[in-house]
């Protein structure tokens, strides 16, 4: 079982902080139960499948800092696993304007035709993970 990540704020082609209202009344969202800006498609650590209009799978690359709808966007290192890999553990990087902030651990599952992250809450507010 697994939630789906499918806001438009979580894709890369929309900035943060210019667009009030985003999230709750911030300008910023964050992937963080409790926080007063917390996307309407975060439920907390789980697993999450992207979707939508939120694209189909986590950035790998910069820049995401200003996007996502969000401060310091995330973006996973190592690549999506093969089909073969199972499940494995990746790397998210919040961009902080071209300098990685808060490295965090998550896992990926490649099921075919969409992967399956095991991910947790931003370490911090103004820091959410980003689609493509």
């Known amino acids: 079982n697994y939630q789906v990540l499918d806001s438009l704020t979580r894709n890369v082609i929309i900035p943060g902080g210019s667009i009030s209202g985003l999230c709750g009344s911030g300008t910023y969202c964050c992937d963080q139960v409790g926080s007063s800006y917390v996307p309407s498609d975060w439920a907390g650590a789980a697993y999450y ?11 790998e690359a910069t820049p995401v800092y200003l996007k996502c709808g969000t401060g310091f966007g995330g973006y996973m290192l190592g690549g999506h696993p093969t089909l073969g890999q199972g499940e494995v553990v990746r790397t ?4 902080n304007n071209g300098s990685p902030y808060k490295p965090t651990n998550i896992t990926v599952t490649n099921c075919i035709d969409f992967y399956v992250y095991y991910l947790v809450d931003a370490p911090a507010c103004n820091l959410g993970y980003c689609g493509v």
């Open 49 to 59: 499948r992207f979707s939508g209009a939120a694209g189909n799978q986590m950035a």
């Open 92 to 95: 998210v990087n919040f961009d």
